[in-house]
């Protein structure tokens, strides 16, 4: 099923509860028997695995909204070395129980390279904030983890003073797997003078009313009390809730922002019917948008296998942005 418009968890304590809750694939299964060797493959030329390689770096600063130290990962283009060129930015936010290096060692890195080695998307920088694993990407209730306004401001100063951004919100763009996909929306939506661009793979979003919460989840909602209270405070909730914003934000400020999303038909969270519902509240209102309801469940194997159709998405977009505006962008060379 595809709609086409133009573009477009709290704490540790879950642990016992992972595959529960919302984020990753349930511990994998025994590896199977080995089978016979396969004859030696016919030499190829892949050009694709020759594609030249960006790179990870990552570093740390005391972040004064948190108040405290913070990791972040950052990839930088094959050519970032070589050159005074300025290029756009995609902010990658993790899913729960992930960190600021599970972007690389999912390989998606290399998935980049190779989009980039092709031409189906220019250089770009991609970063990715390390989120304690759990806070949700939100500001927490208790004021103690104002990691919404964290992504949306102080990370973005910072990268924009580290790194060779074009500092524009034309050239800016967000993104997330499951709780980081319900983080990204939550910036993009309340923040459309920063980002011009979100994109989801499996965004995890909740009902309205967390009344109707699954059972599975409500039953360890208490946890969740540092972020959204407990009982959970329903405003608070809605406040952060992408099926709420999308229902009552302005229509000319969702109309701002390109809007990407997809998730799998088999998702066990059952994050497939809210994205659906996002979509439709979406339609509704006539905001232009993106939503793939693609075969498969949540977690890696599905982030892995499609997270290359939400790099095209923000290519596409920084080229349209970037075309006749008089920026200089990394060339696809």
């Known amino acids: 099923m595809r709609a086409l418009g133009l573009l477009v968890p709290s704490l540790a304590a879950f642990v016992l509860t ?4 919302l984020g990753q694939a349930a511990p994998p299964a025994p590896p199977a028997p080995s089978a016979p060797p396969a004859p030696p493959a016919a030499a190829t030329d892949d050009k694709a695995d020759e594609a030249p390689k960006g790179r990870m770096e990552y570093f740390q600063f005391e972040s004064k909204v948190l108040a405290q130290s913070v990791n972040v990962g950052v990839y930088l283009p094959a050519d970032y070395d070589h050159g005074e060129q300025r290029y756009p930015v995609v902010y990658f936010l993790h899913g729960l129980w992930l960190d600021a290096g599970s972007w690389e060692k999912r390989g998606t890195a290399a998935t980049l390279d190779k989009l980039i080695a092709a031409k189906e998307v220019g250089p770009m920088i991609v970063v990715c904030p390390d989120g304690k694993r759990d806070t949700m990407w939100v500001d927490w209730i208790n004021g103690k983890g104002n990691w919404g306004e964290y992504v949306a401001t102080e990370l973005v100063k910072t990268i924009d003073g580290k790194y060779r951004t074009l500092a524009d919100r034309a050239t800016r763009h967000v993104s997330g797997e499951s709780m980081g996909g319900y983080g990204a929306l939550n910036a993009a939506f309340k923040h459309p003078d920063v980002f011009s ?22 039953q360890f909602a208490p946890r969740w009390e540092p972020v959204y209270g407990w009982p959970i405070e329903a405003d608070h909730w809605k406040k ?17 922002l390109s809007i990407y999303f997809d998730c799998g038909d088999q998702d066990r969270y059952g994050f497939n019917v809210t994205n659906e519902q996002l979509h439709q509240t979406l339609d509704k209102r006539a905001i232009p948008h993106e939503w793939h309801l693609r075969s498969g469940g949540h977690g890696h194997a599905y982030f892995e296998e499609y997270v290359g159709d939400s790099l095209r998405f923000h290519g596409a977009a920084f080229a349209a942005a970037t075309k006749g505006s008089g920026a200089k962008p990394a060339s696809t060379r």
């Open 18 to 21: 992972r595959a529960a809750l």
């Open 240 to 256: 952060w809730n992408p099926l709420e914003l999308a229902a009552t934000l302005p229509e000319e400020s969702l109309k701002k």
């Open 197 to 218: 661009a979100v994109s989801t793979l499996s965004a995890a979003i909740y009902p309205i009313d967390p009344s109707q919460l699954p059972d599975r989840i409500k």
